[in-house]
């Protein structure tokens, strides 16, 4: 099973002849606690041709990032996990066969009301002791079998614990001369009851991860000669047409070909209010159709459609691990060790204030009560498990969050810098004026613009274009086009005029541009529109304005954003009048709004700031603001470059009041962030309070733990730190 993700504990390096590193996906059955997680990683490194590992113990999955032939890769990382202990597979329906190996609440039960029968006789029958070792061998050999295995090979898990806390059980019955074997079998019994419970709190925190999944149908209905014919989704291919009813979810991305209805688009952007559909509008796998039959012919499907790159980026970011968790790694790598150590020391502490007539189990016993109330399984669930529910909340609200350590950033950021065009307005600019000098009729320099924007992407370009194309002009491409940066551009057309479009100044530096155009420029740029300059052959030709208006949820992000404490800048490209209006409109103070600069020098200010000591967020559309953000301490890129936005930014807002969604972006980071710390605070926590305890000091006031009672304390704690980040579920309602 080939999952293509990337982690940021996998590093991707090509080899020398090119080749690009695959990752394989392979399930993993038995593991426990942090313990586990290091004692696989450490055999996978091992392996030739393994470049990295992540293992993630509540997905109970490794990611291998690879090079070389896949067949030859898998096999050694399988025996290589084997080896370790456990047990490997690649098959989708064995994912869930580590829930259904576990024993059912019955054999739990028989275990347990078979221990209670050994408490009815001071010397148990010989049938009795009989059942009791059969029990214990069949119910606990697995048990038995990873713990001893991965003891004898130095790198002792959770289940080493427990065996020899089970071992410990049997000789303290064996020396106490009664119930025999029924504390052991108690042990045993809670501690499957235990692992029961915490697999059944898992697999909900699972179901909760992979909801996302489900949402895509798994069949369409293909029109083809005017008959349809429902085929698996996997066999649409581009160009077919589809039939998508009443309430169903639209299997792939495509445009509406016939039919008007509204679609449900809230697992895409967050909200909940239904959009109104008609011909020749796209739409998007995933979504639902509320109203009536749509025809769509398929334009995406597969890994290419919107929905899929959504799911993709979820799972990466909840299989990556954050920066605190190499805290819990190290701490877990020496644990078992210490927990060992300390039951061994318990009982020989024990040992030395025991006299001929007191009971010489009472060592044993705290010793073992010691290794089973230890539990490194919590110390491993803290951070995987709050940061698969703060990625899957934040994608429930249009969010997406690339990777972990993007969560622990959002805490720590004091600054956001807003680029303008496409991020705080519409980015879908109009042509407002168009004011040729007295030689020049509108239609001509309309001409010239088109002709020589018709090769960019630009939302400006466009606009000129469309503007042409309203006046029923025919465009021309030019023989060649040089673009420079937040200055304008430089084309030749086909009929040899070599047309300039960009700023007053850059344009003055090549031509004289009359005293009154200056002055009617100043008007429009007063009035918050962009000023274009056009001038052909070195000559001056006239001026384009576009207006621009800003998103409807614009000034209400900023001012909650201030709010919060946290200071807003405007970076652009736009003349200052125009930034200075804009400001003024949405609430950012003039003196940070900084205007008429390129893509380095928006870059540039990044640093300055940093330099400063600011942790600044960097919020664009990913194109012309690539460098600023890879450069900020936080990237984030509105929605509507998407393929551009995954390249450069770590978050990407969805939602359709993309904006707003900053302010539950911040929240839902710092609550998962507290998350991270509550789960390791209790894990941490819970085995400095109880250990202690275990190991008996509290005797002298007659308070005393028994090994079957710590066995569920265990359990108990671990169950614990999942709930909590399931907690997080909740934000939704908050952050709304």
Same mark, same amino acid.
């Given at each position: 099973?080939l ?5 940021s504990?996998i590093?991707l390096?090509?080899?020398s ?5 695959q ?6 059955q ?5 313990g586990?997680?290091?004692?696989i990683?450490?055999h ?12 993630n113990?509540?997905?109970? /999955? ?8 896949r ?10 996990i084997?080896?370790a202990?456990?047990?490997?597979h690649?098959?989708?329906?064995a ?10 609440p019955?054999?739990?039960?028989w ?5 209670l029968a050994?408490h009815?006789?001071?010397?148990p029958?010989?049938g009795?002791?009989t059942i ?9 050999w ?7 295995k991965?003891?004898?090979?130095g ?6 614990l ?5 071992l ?6 064996l020396?106490? !001369? ?6 052991t079998?108690f042990l045993?019994?809670?501690?499957l ?9 898992k697999?909900r925190?699972r179901?909760e991860?992979?909801?996302l999944l489900h949402?895509?149908?798994q069949?369409?209905?293909r ?14 291919e ?12 639209i299997?792939?991305?495509g445009t509406?070909?016939? !039919? ?5 688009e ?5 909200e909940s209010?239904p959009v ?21 012919e398929?334009q995406?499907v597969g ?7 959504i ?7 909840q299989?990556s /691990? ?15 060790w ?7 020391l ?6 030395q ?16 009560t010691?290794?089973?109330i230890?539990c ?12 698969a ?19 622990e950033?959002?805490?720590c950021?004091?600054?956001?810098v807003?680029?303008?065009?496409g991020?705080?307005?519409l980015?879908?600019p ?8 007295p ?5 001509q320099l309309?001409?010239w ?11 400006v370009?466009?606009a000129?274009?469309?503007s ?29 005029e ?8 850059w344009i003055e530096?090549?031509?004289?541009v009359?005293d ?7 008007n ?11 001038a ?18 614009a000034?209400?992000a900023i001012h909650?954003l201030h709010?919060?404490?946290i ?5 652009t490209g736009d003349?200052?009048h ?8 949405l609430?950012?103070?003039t ?5 008429e ?22 919020? !664009?559309d990913g194109i012309?603001d690539?460098?600023a ?10 929605g ?5 936005a995954?390249?450069?930014a ?13 302010t539950k972006?911040?929240?839902?980071g ?14 941490f926590?819970?085995n ?15 308070i005393?733990?028994t ?23 909740k ?6």
């Amino acid at each position: 099973m080939l999952d293509t993700v990337n982690t940021s504990d996998i590093k991707l390096v090509a080899k020398s002849d090119g080749q690009l590193p695959q990752i394989l996906s392979i399930g993993i059955q038995g593991m426990r606690c942090a313990g586990c997680v290091a004692v696989i990683e450490d055999h996978l490194k091992q392996c030739p041709d393994i470049l990295g590992v992540s293992v993630n113990l509540l997905q109970q /999955k490794a990611w291998i990032t690879y090079q070389g032939d896949r067949g030859m890769v898998q096999d050694r990382a399988m025996s290589a996990i084997r080896e370790a202990g456990f047990h490997p597979h690649i098959s989708e329906t064995a994912e869930k066969g580590e829930a259904q190996a576990l024993p059912q609440p019955l054999v739990i039960g028989w275990i347990i009301c078979l221990a209670l029968a050994g408490h009815l006789h001071h010397s148990p029958p010989v049938g009795y002791i009989t059942i009791a070792m059969l029990t214990l061998g069949w119910a606990g050999w697995q048990i038995w079998m990873d713990g001893m295995k991965t003891l004898c090979q130095g790198h002792p898990t959770m289940n080493s614990l427990v065996s020899l806390s089970m071992l410990g059980s049997c000789g303290n019955s064996l020396l106490s !001369g009664h119930t025999f074997l029924s504390e052991t079998l108690f042990l045993l019994g809670f501690i499957l009851l235990g692992q029961w419970l915490l697999e059944r709190t898992k697999d909900r925190a699972r179901q909760e991860m992979t909801s996302l999944l489900h949402l895509q149908p798994q069949f369409a209905r293909r029109v083809a000669q005017g008959q349809t014919s429902l085929i698996p989704v996997e066999a649409l291919e581009i160009g077919d047409q589809i039939l998508v009813l009443q309430g169903e979810a639209i299997p792939a991305d495509g445009t509406i070909l016939y !039919g008007t209805s509204e679609v449900n688009e809230a697992m895409l952007t967050g909200e909940s209010q239904p959009v109104l559909k008609t011909a020749g509008m796209q739409v998007w796998g995933a979504t639902i159709n509320l109203i009536n039959p749509l025809t769509i012919e398929v334009q995406k499907v597969g890994a290419d459609t919107v929905w899929a790159k959504i799911v993709h980026l979820v799972e990466q970011a909840q299989v990556s /691990k954050a920066p605190i968790q190499k805290l819990a790694d190290r701490v877990s790598a020496y644990f078992v060790w210490g927990v060992l150590s300390i039951a061994t020391l318990t009982c020989f502490i024990w040992c030395q204030g025991m006299t001929g007539e007191q009971d010489w189990t009472m060592p044993l016993r705290m010793g073992t009560t010691v290794l089973v109330i230890a539990c490194p399984c919590a110390l491993g669930l803290a951070t995987p498990t709050a940061v698969a529910m703060g990625t899957h909340v934040a994608a429930q609200q249009g969010i997406l969050i690339k990777s972990a350590p993007v969560l622990e950033k959002i805490s720590c950021i004091d600054t956001i810098v807003f680029d303008k065009t496409g991020t705080l307005t519409l980015g879908q600019p109009t042509v407002s004026d168009i004011l040729p000098v007295p030689e020049t009729t509108i239609e001509q320099l309309l001409q010239w613009a088109g002709s020589a924007e018709s090769e960019s992407n630009h939302p400006v370009a466009t606009a000129i274009r469309q503007s042409a194309l309203n006046h029923s002009l025919v465009l021309s491409l030019p023989r060649s086009t040089v673009y420079h940066p937040s200055l304008g551009i430089v084309a030749e057309l086909s009929s040899g005029e070599r047309i300039h479009i960009g700023k007053t100044s850059w344009i003055e530096s090549f031509c004289i541009v009359p005293d009154h155009a200056v002055q009617r420029a100043e008007n429009l740029w007063q009035m918050g529109k962009i000023v274009l300059f056009v001038a052909v052959d070195g000559k001056f030709q006239g001026i384009i304005a576009l207006n621009d208006i800003p998103k409807p949820d614009a000034q209400r992000a900023i001012h909650h954003l201030h709010n919060l404490g946290i200071p807003v800048w405007l970076l652009t490209g736009d003349h200052v009048h125009t930034a200075n209006y804009l400001g003024k409109e949405l609430g950012i103070p003039t003196d940070r709004i900084i205007a008429e600069v390129n893509p380095i020098q928006k870059a540039e200010f990044i640093q300055k700031l940093q330099r400063s000591g600011h942790k600044v967020a960097m919020v !664009g559309d990913g194109i012309n603001d690539a460098p600023a953000l890879v450069g900020a301490n936080l990237s984030i890129a509105v929605g509507s470059g998407l393929d551009v936005a995954m390249e450069s930014a770590e978050i990407i807002l969805l939602a359709k009041q993309e904006l707003s969604a900053l302010t539950k972006l911040i929240h839902i980071g710092k609550t998962t962030l507290e998350k991270i710390y509550q789960n390791l605070a209790w894990a941490f926590g819970y085995n400095l309070v109880t250990v202690p305890i275990a190991a008996g000091i509290l005797t002298p006031w007659h308070i005393t733990l028994t090994p079957a009672i710590a066995s569920l304390a265990m359990a108990f704690s671990s169950i614990a730190v999942v709930l909590n980040s399931l907690s997080l579920t909740k934000i939704y309602k908050s952050s709304s």
